[in-house]
Antibody, heavy 118, light 110 residues
């Protein structure tokens, strides 16, 4: 069974940093690109960042470019999102999602909430 | 990249059919057959129900179907059931390693 478990969310002040983690199990992690998708309270889904299978390719939404860094450790089956210069508009539930060969998100974690407030 | 346009809400009675539209541009929906749809119940993670415009993952009932015409994709749910009440999101690849979602549609089963 595919499992994705996010952690690391919490309360952070504007301008602060936070590192999210996603533990993957039940599949060959190194064979899949992975994404982060977020959902602000009461709002829709928003693509945040993507990383290739070996980590050589990293991609970002314009809204987080230069502030967030995605990475992965295939030896540990872990996905990460380092978030910096956080703003109120970054407050959201952050999901890690497996990106399938059929160009869709076929598995999602339960999400971790990031609250940005002073 | 602008979000895809979905109706805020749709409704239908049990047994009826409803269609949710998702409008983009030729840079996203119109340019690729990589449209997917997700169902999200309150407090839960999204669930894939349609990929590659009109394909269903195993385990998704054939009451769910997808299509595309030009820059607009559509999700049709036939034989509505109470458990179909949820939020639905479309998603499209938009080129240059970017992806865009729709704003979401709340389906109410009357």
């Amino acid at each position: 069974e595919v499992k994705l478990l996010e952690s690391g969310g919490g309360l952070v002040q504007p301008g602060g940093s936070l590192r999210l983690s996603c533990a993957a199990s039940g599949f060959t992690f190194s064979s899949y690109a992975m994404h982060w998708v977020r959902q602000a309270p009461g709002k829709g889904l928003e693509y945040v960042s993507a990383i290739s299978t070996n980590g050589d390719g990293t991609y970002y939404a314009n809204s987080v470019e230069g502030r967030f860094t995605i990475s992965r450790d295939n030896s540990k089956n872990m996905l990460y999102l380092q978030m910096g210069s956080l703003r109120a508009e970054d407050m959201a539930v952050y999901y890690c999602a497996r990106y399938s060969s059929t160009s869709c998100y076929d598995s999602w974690g339960q999400g971790t909430l990031v609250t940005v407030s002073s | 990249q602008s979000a895809l346009t979905q109706p805020r809400s749709v409704s239908g009675s049990p047994g009826q059919s409803v269609t949710i539209s998702c409008t983009g541009t030729r840079s996203d929906i119109g340019g690729y057959n990589y449209v997917s749809w997700y169902q999200q119940h309150p407090g839960k993670a999204p669930k894939l129900i349609i990929y590659d415009v009109g394909k269903r993952p195993s385990g998704v009932p054939d009451r769910f179907s997808g299509s595309k015409s030009g820059n607009t994709a559509s999700l049709t749910i036939s034989g509505l059931q109470a458990e179909d009440e949820a939020d639905y999101y479309c998603c499209s690849y938009a080129g240059s390693y970017t992806w865009v979602f729709g704003g979401g549609t709340k389906l109410t089963v009357l």
